[in-house]
């Protein structure tokens, strides 16, 4: 079964840290891109970040440019997102997401089931 | 970056009767190269991750039932459910592939009338 967990939310202090992980199974992790997707309590669904298959392409939104970092371990089938300098605007269920298919872009399946991070005082 | 936005923001329907979802591109999101519109649409219900639905603007995923349809090309589509069913109730969103970062329209929320 292919599958997506996501891990590592919680809540933290404005301008803290977090690492949020992505396990994937069921699939050659190795030849796809990923992706990140945010969404705030009640709102819509954010873009977030993209990587390569081998890690050497990240493209951001830029409302996180500069603040997160995307990487990933082939090796370990994870996908990572580092997020610094956290604000109360970065609040949101962040969910990983893998193209339907390899090679092209193309329509987000699956997704995993999300992890929330919630920054406050 | 291209703005994706749908129309309704809500919409309720009577059972069995036709859904109808507009999202509209800021810019074409048709490759020319290969004639393809890089859209697709995805259903959120409460507390759930978003799930696919239709690719590649017109193409259904396995699993998703033939009530659901998707059409256009180039800046406007269409998501369609022939006949409303009760677990249709969710959230639709568009999004475009085409170019990063890959945005997604503020979502329609359908209901029953």
């Known amino acids: 079964e292919v599958q997506l967990v996501e891990s590592g939310g919680g809540v933290v202090q404005p301008g803290g840290s977090l690492r949020l992980s992505c396990a994937a199974s069921g699939f050659t992790f190795s030849s796809f891109w990923m992706h990140w997707v945010r969404q705030a309590p009640g709102e819509g669904l954010v873009w977030v970040s993209r990587?390569?298959?081998?890690?050497?392409?990240?493209t951001y939104a830029d409302s996180v440019k500069g603040r997160f970092t995307v990487s990933r371990d082939n090796a370990k089938n994870t996908l990572y997102l580092q997020l610094n300098s956290l604000r109360a605007e970065d609040t949101a269920v962040y969910y990983c997401?893998?193209?339907?298919?390899?090679?092209?872009?193309?329509?987000?399946?699956?997704w995993g089931q999300g992890t929330l991070v919630t920054v406050s005082s | 970056d291209i703005v994706m936005t749908q129309s309704p923001d809500s919409l309720a329907v009577s059972l069995g009767e036709r859904a109808t979802i507009n999202c509209k591109s800021s810019q074409s999101v048709l490759y020319s190269s290969n004639k393809k519109n890089y859209l697709a649409w995805y259903r959120q219900k409460p507390g759930h991750p978003p799930k696919l639905v239709i690719s590649?603007?017109?193409a259904r995923e396995s699993g998703v039932p033939d009530r659901f349809s998707g059409s256009g090309s180039g800046t406007d589509f269409t998501l369609t459910i022939s006949s409303l069913q009760a677990e249709d109730v969710a959230v639709y969103y568009c999004q475009q592939y085409y170019s990063p970062p890959y945005t997604f329209g503020q979502g329609t929320k359908l209901e029953i009338k």
């Open positions: 990587i390569s298959t081998d890690g050497s392409s990240t």
């Open positions: 997401a893998r193209p339907r298919i390899t090679g092209i872009p193309d329509g987000f399946d699956p």
């Open positions: 590649w603007a017109s």
